[in-house]
């Protein structure tokens, strides 16, 4: 599915709006997949399943969020060998359709020793399509 991410504004809560649904699988640009499985208006949970990663294979981590109004943040928690958390903080967008959410995101690993310090700290976006 190709999306033209200038389409997408911001998801509004106004004019009687309904309030966003977070259930379900949720993919991003990188093939990396998000599955909230719980959500009771404000916080939510789930497992998120990383396409990418430091050994280039798959990682999967228990994922925890809190949604405010349209902004969102979430943190997945990976386990051994990556020993390392990833949060994201974005907003709810749509085109009219589609639900997204448009992240910032900041990992934190573990490093292996003092000098791969300067490394363990990485930052990016992500965009997310509820499919």
Not at 24 to 42: A, C, H, P, R, V
Not at 92 to 118: R, V, Y
């Amino acid at each position: 599915m190709t999306l033209d991410r200038k389409t997408f504004k911001p998801y509004s809560l106004k004019g009687g709006a309904a309030a966003p649904k977070l259930i379900g699988i949720w993919k991003n640009e990188l093939g990396s997949t998000m599955e909230i499985t719980s959500f009771d208006g404000t916080t939510f949970a789930g497992t998120y399943t990383s396409a990418v990663s430091s050994n280039s294979t798959s990682a999967k981590g228990k994922l925890a969020g809190t949604l405010s109004g349209t902004a969102l943040g979430f943190t997945a928690t990976w386990t051994t060998p990556f020993s390392s958390v990833t949060s994201w903080s974005g907003l709810l967008l749509t085109d009219g359709n589609l639900l997204a959410i448009f992240t910032l995101w900041h990992l934190a690993s573990t490093p292996d020793s003092d000098a791969d310090l300067w490394e363990s700290i990485l930052a990016g976006a992500d965009f997310f399509v509820r499919i």
